[in-house]
């Protein structure tokens, strides 16, 4: 016969206290965005940008913080490209846009499309397209307008709704997938 002290746990035991720890503190996360579940100890992102030759390979985050410099970079990186004008991306949009990648499973690149509009350049892109909102989160540095090489535009659509932190717009016949931190919502086919 086997005999336990009160003092001994068992690998099961722990991980049941473990499984309770969670389910308690799970209503303290509830709100937390679902984005986060792909985001990781470190955050990455890799993009792109055809407008402008520029690539960005970056950790922005690790283990719980944001890293200035690399924020700043990315900022920069998303800026107006018509006329220059550097606006701060929302982090929680970041946060999607590597969240997304993740799921992805993918080294690929994004190919930045639109990030932060100034507004003229919004001014001018509603003159000429139906598809522009007067007041486009990309004015508020709180959107981004992506594609990637070997991805479709129902699979990214998918991977950043699957975040469930944001609005996301398909856009196949341009094939691109809109990606914001705004509420959430989908649209496009």
């Known amino acids: 016969m086997t005999t336990t002290s009160a003092s001994s746990i068992s690998r099961r035991g722990l991980l049941g206290a473990f499984a309770a720890t969670a389910l308690t503190a799970a209503p303290t996360y509830s709100n937390a965005a679902g984005f986060l579940r792909g985001g990781g100890d470190i955050r990455r992102l890799r993009m792109y940008s055809g ?3 520029e690539s960005i390979d970056t950790i922005y985050w690790i283990e719980g913080q944001y890293i200035g410099e690399a924020i700043n970079e990315i900022n920069r990186f998303c800026r ?3 006329n220059g ?3 701060q991306i929302d982090t929680r949009t970041v946060d999607i846009i590597a969240a997304t990648q993740n799921l992805l499973e993918t080294e690929q690149p994004y190919t930045l499309i639109s990030g932060y509009r100034s507004p003229q ?3 001018m892109l509603r003159a000429n ?7 486009s989160l990309h004015l508020q540095g709180k959107a981004v307008d992506l594609r990637m090489q070997g991805r479709s535009v129902n699979q990214m659509a998918r991977a950043a709704a699957a975040c469930r932190a944001g609005g996301v717009g398909r ?5 691109f997938v809109h990606m914001d931190c705004g509420p959430v919502r989908a649209w496009g086919s």
């Open 51 to 53: 407008r402008t030759g």
């Open 85 to 87: 004008q550097v606006l």
């Open 129 to 135: 397209s139906s598809g522009v909102a007067r007041n």
């Open 171 to 175: 856009y196949s016949g341009s094939n």
């Open 80 to 82: 107006d490209w018509r």
């Open 121 to 123: 350049t919004n001014a």
